[in-house]
């Protein structure tokens, strides 16, 4: 069964550092999305993507964060200027449909800031 | 403001106990409603989901939910838990016409063998 897929695992950066979160979505679908995970709390809409654009974002999503896809199966998240409280797991997510379709989720990718 | 509250934080049940997980939303409009588990090292997976139509949705593993709308709940329920059932389970909402999921808190459930 096709799986969305994140790299790295685990990341750690300096505070200040840019870093790039990687996803591999599923081949046929076609939105694209970015949550993350502080421990000990809960699951936070970051933004969603479809044809190339953002379509929906929320306000944890600022000037600070930027999303690509640069090619035709990766869907990277930037985060410039990483904080101390930018630590957290961030997860990948895609659909086929936009709305309330069936999110599938990668395994996500644990970032430590320091 | 959307929000999802999930009740139990730490459950903790022996095998072949019933299991109901509670989960409230808050969002006056259409819903379309979500439970995901997250076993011990893996990602998160879809349990079940309602969109419309009978109110009583059955997922995989033997989980069903049932949607009440004039409570605002999407409570999870499984006649009898096995061990492998430990993990911890997220209920989530999306308000028709948006894209983004808003997730409850999360209840680690554990079950004894």
């Known amino acids: 069964e096709p799986e969305v897929t994140q790299t790295p695992s685990h990341q750690v950066t300096q505070m200040g550092q840019e870093v790039i979160l990687r996803c591999v979505p599923i081949?046929?679908?076609?939105?694209f999305y970015w949550y993350r995970q502080i421990l000990g709390q809960k699951v936070e809409f970051l933004v969603s993507?479809?044809?190339?654009?953002?379509?929906?974002k929320s306000e944890i999503f600022d000037d600070q964060f930027s999303v690509e896809r640069p090619d035709g199966s990766n869907f990277t998240l930037k985060i410039r200027s990483t904080k101390l409280e930018d630590s957290a797991m961030y997860f990948c997510?895609?659909?086929?449909?936009?709305?309330?379709?069936?999110?599938?989720f990668g395994p996500g990718t644990r970032l430590t800031v320091l | 403001a959307q929000s999802v509250s999930q009740h139990n934080h730490h459950v903790i049940l022996s095998e072949a106990a019933s299991l109901e997980l509670g989960c409230n939303y808050s969002?006056?409009?259409?819903?379309?409603l979500f439970w995901y588990v997250q076993y011990p090292g893996q990602h998160l997976q879809l349990l079940l989901k309602?969109?419309?139509?009978?109110?009583l949705v059955k997922g995989i593993k033997g989980f069903e939910a049932e949607f009440i709308k004039s409570k605002f709940s999407f409570n999870l329920r499984k006649p009898s838990v096995q061990w492998s059932d430990t993990a911890e389970y997220f209920c989530?909402?999306?308000?028709?016409?948006?894209?983004?999921?808003?997730f409850g808190t999360g209840t680690r459930l554990k079950v004894l063998a």
């Open positions: 309602y969109f419309s139509g009978d109110p």
């Open positions: 989530a909402v999306n308000a028709a016409g948006t894209y983004k999921y808003i």
């Open positions: 997510a895609s659909a086929v449909e936009g709305g309330g379709d069936t999110q599938y």
């Open positions: 081949s046929n679908h076609l939105y």
């Open positions: 969002y006056g409009g259409t819903v379309n």
């Open positions: 993507f479809y044809n190339n654009e953002i379509s929906e």
